[in-house]
């Protein structure tokens, strides 16, 4: 369960002292989901972008516009076969992940600190305030601030997309239905390049924010405790 | 979630002595604690720095599996486990194929036109096929092998259909595809439908296989025009697979044997380099 806190201390001889607190704000389902979501998210969007090589496009295949002349040094697979064995191999792992992760913040309650709600909207003005506007920064309240709230659950819905899109591609006769709810297939095959790019989006911007929040915050994601929290 | 400071009764607070925390129980002690107050301020279960890190890297240590992964990058374990893996997919995807579950169709007008449609051939456009001497070479758990000519295949009802085919780099097109299904030329050969595989082999010595069932689709034609046309020597003259719920490179061209099988030691021209063996659409 997380948000439980604890004060440090410290023993010197007779006396002790508090030196800090420190709160266990990961479970470890949550870390592990954590940790091999961002390894197959990687993996994916590797050998994804060495798959979208072979036809760099979304149009017609005669005349082929290419779009993007994307880096073979900056895909996974080497070649078209063997960026289909990641990518088919770490779907599972990913879809996996993503299944655990979300039943175990649906029967954990442990969502409620994760998904955006009707209580984080009035906060949502004075964090963007401060992120972006030099605004001051208004007192943390819990483990997430409001805008992080709203970048993890549209995270959330972009895993779930991934996925839907990614099934309209892989199995555009067995899923004809979701290929047709997404436009066609050509569209479903446009959805999940353009997800893949807004999930890449939030993984900078998590990045610049965990260089931000310093080592503590980090090391939360590992061991679950987070020292000298904020809130 | 969070402890609750306007809560007015005031708790023992006992969990707080010093040291007497246990790590292992420290966070359901410590929410028991939620909502204790004393001085109006609440009073949190205390931990020892030692006892912090210890606990601190015990979890860390619950974290460890994840490295198992890195299994991945180790160059002799990789190919297998990458092999693992697709063969999982194409097991999956044997079990989501659906018999009775029809490929999306389309109208003329949604057509790709006839000149836009891509001529993909592995080798060669043209393995130079004399259509005089053609015939298609029947083996295997079939009651009449042989030798079978283009007009007997022709003599089976005769399917249209405007279907997409779709390539395994991403491209696809609508094209229009006319052939005797399949099913009908399997009924005719008489082959042992309980067997597992349809094995082709092409002028251009490409070869594939198909599973039973993906065989006796009703869909997947042995197919001889294109636009309601004669199949066109680029595009496989004199016959060519079309399976509308297969990825292209399953739909060989230019076929001049087949073969009803429950062996199959080599399954595809591209599988054997490492694509999918199913990839059902």
């Known amino acids: 369960m997380s948000g439980a806190f604890v004060e440090i201390t410290r023993t010197t001889g007779e006396e002790t002292e508090t030196i800090g607190r420190a709160v266990y704000e990961h479970p470890l389902p949550v870390r592990l989901c954590h940790w091999v979501n961002a390894i197959s998210l990687f993996v994916m969007a590797g050998s994804g972008l060495q798959i979208f090589r072979a036809f760099p496009s979304f149009g017609a295949k005669i005349p082929q516009k290419d779009l993007l002349n994307w880096p073979k040094s900056f895909a996974i697979g080497g070649w078209l076969g063997g960026a289909l064995q990641w990518h088919l191999t770490f779907m599972w792992i990913y879809v996996a992940t993503g299944l655990i992760y979300l039943g175990y913040q649906l029967f ?5 600190q994760v998904l955006f709600a009707r209580r984080d909207i009035p906060g949502v003005w004075p964090m963007v305030k401060h992120y972006f506007f030099f605004g001051p920064k208004p007192p943390a309240r819990e483990a997430y601030n409001p805008l992080q709230k709203h970048a993890y659950t549209t995270a959330i819905g972009l895993g779930v997309l991934s996925v839907l899109t990614g099934l309209a591609v892989w199995k555009p006769v067995q899923f004809s239905w979701l290929a047709w709810l997404m436009g066609g297939f050509h569209w479903a095959r446009l959805w999940h390049f353009l ?4 999930m890449l989006g939030f993984v900078f911007g998590h990045l610049v924010m965990v260089i931000l929040h310093g080592w503590n915050n980090f090391v939360s994601m590992l061991t679950g405790w987070k020292k000298d929290p904020e809130y | 979630m969070e402890p609750d400071n306007n809560k007015p009764d005031a708790g023992d607070a006992k969990s707080a002595s010093p040291g007497n925390v246990d790590p292992a129980t420290a966070s359901s002690e410590a929410k028991a604690a939620e909502g204790e107050v004393a001085d109006s301020k609440i009073v949190y279960p205390r931990m020892n720095e030692r006892k912090f890190a210890q606990v601190s890297r015990r979890e860390l240590l619950k974290v460890l599996p994840v490295v198992a992964l890195a299994a991945f990058a180790i160059p002799g374990v990789q190919a297998s486990l990458l092999k693992k893996g697709l063969g999982f997919s194409d097991w999956a995807s044997a079990r989501l194929f659906r018999r009775g579950h029809l490929a999306p ?10 000149e836009k449609f891509p001529i993909n051939g592995y080798d060669v456009d043209d393995p130079g096929v004399i259509f005089e001497n053609w015939t298609l070479t029947v083996a295997g758990l079939v009651q009449k092998p042989g030798d079978y000519k283009l007009l007997q295949i022709q003599a089976l009802p005769r399917t249209r259909q405007n279907t997409r085919h779709v390539c395994v780099e991403g491209w696809d097109v609508i094209g229009r595809f006319g052939g005797a299904r399949l099913s009908d030329f399997l009924a005719m050969v008489g082959a042992d439908t309980s067997a597992k595989f349809i094995a082709v ?8 296989t198909l599973d039973m069932a993906t065989a006796l689709h009703p869909q997947t034609l042995l197919c001889y025009e294109m636009y309601d046309q004669p199949l066109t020597r680029p595009h496989g003259a004199p016959l060519r697979l079309n399976v509308p719920t297969k990825v292209g490179y399953k739909q060989a061209k230019y076929l001049t044997d087949l073969k009803v099988t429950n062996v199959v030691e080599k399954v595809g021209y591209w599988e054997d380099q490492g694509y999918s063996s199913f990839y059902g659409l």
Do not use: K
């Not at chain 1, 954990?108 to 409620?112: I, K, V």
């Not at chain 2, 169709?105 to 006839?114: G, I």
């Open chain 2, 201 to 208: 082999t092409c002028a251009d010595d490409y070869y594939e």
């Open chain 1, 108 to 112: 954990s309650g442990n969502y409620r």
């Open chain 1, 195 to 198: 997800v893949m790019w807004a």
């Open chain 2, 105 to 114: 169709t389309f109208a003329d007008a949604e057509l790709t036109p006839f």
